[in-house]
């Protein structure tokens, strides 16, 4: 790629990565939340790794780390489920609104998001498949880049056998 690409790229994809972390902590409020952020974000990632490659990505992403990430989301996000089925009595039970006061008033604090509209567990979850899904639409564009890396190696004209 060009060196105005690469130059422009890095600052611009951490514009779009900051753009997603601020539509995933304001999607209990606004309009967003975790997959509209963690799609932002990925785009960020993508954009440095179409124009840097993968070898001189400035993003470190390699395949434990991204697969730690995902990992810890998915177990994240059943965690939280399961606090709303032990506690509330179903998956995903909105833990620190307590609506029909089925929460002990202790561990309804625990989640109690501190603004008005008492969002309770859905921040979190927020949070949580806005990595899931940065980490997974990078590992697409990854798997993608990958496979066409490779197929280049071979010249149409020649049969393979």
Do not use: W
Request: include cysteine; glycine fraction near 14%.
């Amino acid at each position: 790629m060009s060196d105005l690409l690469k130059l422009i790229g890095y600052p611009v994809s951490f514009i779009m990565i900051g753009y997603g972390a601020m539509t995933i902590l304001g999607g209990h409020i606004t309009p967003g939340g975790g997959f509209q952020g963690g799609t932002m974000m990925a785009s960020g990632a993508i954009l440095c790794i179409l124009t840097y490659g993968l070898k001189d990505n400035p993003f470190n992403l390699s395949h434990e780390r991204m697969s730690i990430i995902e990992s810890c989301g998915a177990l994240l996000y059943v965690i939280l489920g399961l606090c709303g089925l032990f506690l509330g009595g179903s998956f995903l039970y909105n833990v620190g609104t307590n609506i029909y006061g089925l929460i002990p008033s202790a561990t309804a604090g625990i989640f109690n998001y501190p603004d008005a509209l008492h969002a309770g567990i859905i921040p979190y979850l927020n949070i949580v498949v806005g990595l899931k899904v940065f980490i997974g639409l990078t590992t697409l564009v990854i798997l993608f880049y990958g496979v066409t890396k490779y197929r280049e190696d071979y010249v149409d004209d020649e049969e393979i056998d």
